[in-house]
């Protein structure tokens, strides 16, 4: 099995920042694509950045130029460093990540349990 564990969630005022991690754990033989979602009360889970084994990067359009996401492949982990953080970027944050498991190598898609980032208006 495969365990996502994510930290560094909370509560910031406009402007601030905050920075995500997600680490995982496990039968990993290996890790495709990482990445950051996030819902909103009444709001469905939506996209906020991915970044591929190879380092490229995709985001949201309401987050780019103010989160970058990146990675350590030798640690399993990845980041998400959140800046001029608004109101609407209150949501709980889910990691996800594609892992290769086990002889077969299966790969399987993970989420974490979520964070918690409350930016008050």
């Known amino acids: 099995q495969v365990q996502l564990v994510e930290s560094g969630g909370g509560l910031v005022q406009a402007g601030g920042s905050l920075r995500l991690s997600c680490a995982a754990s496990?039968?990993?033989?290996?890790?495709?694509?990482m990445g950051w979602y996030r819902q909103a009360p009444g709001n469905q889970r939506e996209l906020v950045a991915r970044?591929?084994?190879?380092?490229?990067?995709n985001y949201a359009d309401s987050v780019k130029g103010r989160f970058t996401i990146s990675r350590d492949n030798a640690k399993n982990t990845v980041y998400l460093q959140m800046n001029s953080l608004k109101s609407e970027d209150t949501a709980v944050y889910y990691c996800n990540a594609d892992v290769s498991i086990g002889l077969l190598k299966v790969w399987r898609e993970y989420w974490g349990q979520g964070t918690q980032v409350t930016v008050p208006s």
């Open positions: 496990g039968s990993i033989f290996s890790i495709g694509a």
């Open positions: 970044i591929n084994s190879g380092g490229s990067t």
